[in-house]
């Protein structure tokens, strides 16, 4: 069980504080939200995680949802060892480019060229210096609660982990350089249609996460997204999705194929690189072809395209395409993950309310649906945080705040959502 030992983490912490700040690499980590102290990790394999104490717990973060297939398993970890075997990087074009470029323009819909970064965020610098050297304008529509990358002019109202720190914005982001963003409201159109009349003539892009999962987890209400094709398509600006989180996650096209809706620019990253650095921006020719060196617009990166993470790729993508049933599966998973935790909500009389789509669940505890940012930000934090506690010491990591998704893995199984629905009942009626 964990909570026998945790002393080996709690060296390390103490360590690691005084080396880095907050003692992390990324803030989410530290669990400062739900009131606990963070287990460090020694290996993982599967749905489970291990800690250096030796606690295991199953884990529904899976790496922020960059793996599909769960932790370490054997065909990408071959493929990873074989491509560094060879050269760690290069710095020059490289076949395994090309091979996962094919792949990606074979199971993304409506794109043929495709620009590969090191992260998520490096895709939304990338796709949003694009959409605006494209269009020749400046302004950029955001949702409040929508997450893209750290980039300066994303960073307003931002969901994940600046939601989590309960900050509005972030110091160091001077007001220049979000002067360009209007932030709209998640499922309201009508916020979308008012920026637009007043800075139609100016926007470069609407950006935005098809499924919300930086807020907790909010689906888009039926028409919204079709909505924001029609109106940027109006309005002359590009649609981008960030599928950061939602592509190969919904299926293998992503959102633009589950929600049947073209977006002229799609980010990439998470499962892109089976849980090694990758990100991407992709679209059609016309408009990637703007990029450097073929355009005007200038990009670059040294990892960029990187044999061993490309390996990761390749070999991720191909165990996507030899079996599109995982998709079934995984929805069927995530759902009885929500059902498993409504009803134990339900007996201990808590409100909750969930959702689940793909290899992507979520909740809130709270009793009316959620359906935007604010909402979101109104749920009390208290009773998650006790949640995740619960769970923890029942040996499931859950995220360690409300902001964030629940991500499935081909790796989770029923019995795995079982021990979920057991655990919860006894936290839930635990006082
Ligand atoms: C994680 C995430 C990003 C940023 O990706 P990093 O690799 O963390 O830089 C961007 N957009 C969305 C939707 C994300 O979930």
Redesign the pocket.
């Known amino acids: 069980m964990a909570g026998v030992d945790h002393s080996k983490s709690q060296e390390l912490f103490g360590k690691a504080q005084g080396l880095m700040p907050g003692g992390v690499s990324s803030p989410v980590r530290a669990f400062n939200a739900v009131g606990a102290d963070p287990f460090f990790v020694a290996s993982a394999s599967g749905a489970e995680i291990t800690d250096v104490d030796g606690n295991s717990y199953l884990d529904f973060v899976q790496s922020?949802?960059a793996l599909l297939f769960g932790h370490a398993h054997e065909r990408i970890v071959a493929a990873v060892s074989e491509a560094a075997a060879k050269g760690t990087s290069f710095g020059t074009p490289s076949e395994l480019e090309v091979e996962l470029a094919e792949l990606v323009v074979e199971l993304v819909p409506n794109i043929d060229r495709i620009r590969f970064v090191s992260?998520?965020?490096?895709?939304?610098m990338t796709a949003l210096r694009l959409a605006r050297g494209a269009t020749g304008r400046n302004k950029v529509i955001k949702f409040a609660g929508?997450?893209?990358?750290?980039l300066d002019a994303m960073l307003v109202e931002a969901g994940?982990g600046v939601a989590t720190l309960g900050v509005p914005g972030t110091a160091g982001v001077t007001e220049g350089a979000v002067s360009d963003t209007i932030v709209c409201s998640y499922n309201d159109i009508d916020s979308v249609r008012s920026a637009l009349d007043e800075h139609g003539e100016d926007v470069a892009a609407i950006v935005v996460?098809p499924v919300a999962?930086?807020m907790g987890l909010v689906l888009p209400e039926a028409g919204f997204l079709q909505s924001l094709r029609d109106l940027a398509t109006e309005a002359g600006a590009l649609l981008v999705f960030?599928e950061?989180?939602t592509g190969f996650r919904l299926g293998p096209g992503g959102a633009q194929q589950r929600f049947g809706i073209e977006a002229d620019l799609v980010?990439l990253?998470?499962i892109l690189g089976s849980g090694l650095?990758v990100?991407a921006v992709a679209g059609k020719a016309e408009l990637m072809d703007r990029l450097a060196p073929s355009g005007d617009i200038y990009q670059a990166g040294t990892l960029s395209g990187n044999p061993v993470a490309m390996a990761a790729g390749i070999e991720g993508l191909k165990m996507i395409k030899e079996d599109l049933s995982i998709y079934e599966t995984l929805q069927e998973r995530a759902r009885s993950l929500v059902r498993a935790l409504v009803d134990a909500a339900d007996m201990a009389e808590i409100p909750m309310v969930a959702s689940a789509i793909g290899g992507l669940a979520g909740f809130y505890i709270a009793g009316d649906d959620v359906i935007n940012y604010e909402q979101a930000q109104a749920t009390e934090a208290d009773p998650y945080a006790r949640l995740f506690r619960g769970m923890l010491f029942h040996n499931i990591y859950f995220p360690p705040s409300r902001f964030e998704a629940l991500f499935l893995s081909t790796a989770h199984t029923e019995e795995h959502i079982d021990r979920v629905a057991q655990a919860a009942r006894v936290v839930f009626t635990t006082p």
């Not at 992260?119 to 939304?124: H, I, K, N, Q, R």
């Not at 929508?146 to 750290?150: E, L, V």
């Open positions: 922020w949802g992260s998520g965020t490096e895709a939304g929508c997450y893209h990358g750290h994940s996460e999962a930086n960030d950061v989180i980010m990253g998470k650095p990100g």
